[in-house]
């Protein structure tokens, strides 16, 4: 009787250890996960406030990517298409005196190990420092190979973040 009371408290206390185990993983590869979706956030960000098409193209978007907005779904299947997509949305900021953008806040939602849902505020800055406009977007992101990259951004008119919970 005592051999099974005590085999039954080892056999709980390991489930009880196991499960918090578990939640702390998952916890650590959540916060591993949001700090790899932020670094290639800040890369997009620096790339498109320096106007490198090519970067955002090549190292930042995947191709195919989707942007998704009010007239429905295009697809940008290679990396020229991206390249296109942003040499038109530089060229139309241009005359506007368009210098950067910054993030004024973002959610990350893990939504597995290899896939994210980015929500952000963004403003964007013309060269004497004016607000040019302000918006948010949400961009889903997955992770290839070559790390993480935006497979689809989506254009948020109302302003709304998404949240986790």
């Known amino acids: 009787m005592l051999q099974r ?7 709980t206390v390991l489930v009880v250890t196991w499960s918090e185990m578990r939640v702390l993983t998952q916890e650590s590869g959540e916060a591993e996960v ?22 955002i193209a090549n190292e930042v978007y995947s191709a195919p ?10 697809v940008r299947v290679t990396a ?8 038109a949305t530089h060229a139309r900021l241009a005359p506007e005196r368009y210098d950067r953008s910054e ?13 994210a849902l980015l929500t952000a505020y963004f403003t964007r800055y013309r ?6 406009s302000s918006g948010a977007s949400a961009y889903l992101f997955a992770s290839f190979a070559e ?11 109302s302003a709304k973040l998404i949240t986790c919970d």
């Open 5 to 11: 009371l005590c085999i039954g408290v080892v056999a």
């Open 34 to 55: 949001k700090a790899m979706v932020r670094a290639a956030w800040n890369r997009y960000i620096d790339a498109f406030s320096a106007a490198r098409i090519e970067v």
């Open 65 to 74: 990517s989707f942007q998704l907005g009010d007239a429905g779904a295009s």
């Open 80 to 87: 020229g298409d991206t390249e296109a997509a942003f040499e």
């Open 103 to 115: 993030t004024d806040q973002a959610e990350i939602c893990v939504i597995n190990p290899g896939t």
């Open 127 to 132: 060269d004497d420092g004016t607000v040019l």
């Open 147 to 157: 790390g993480w990259r935006i497979v689809a951004i989506m254009g948020n008119p």
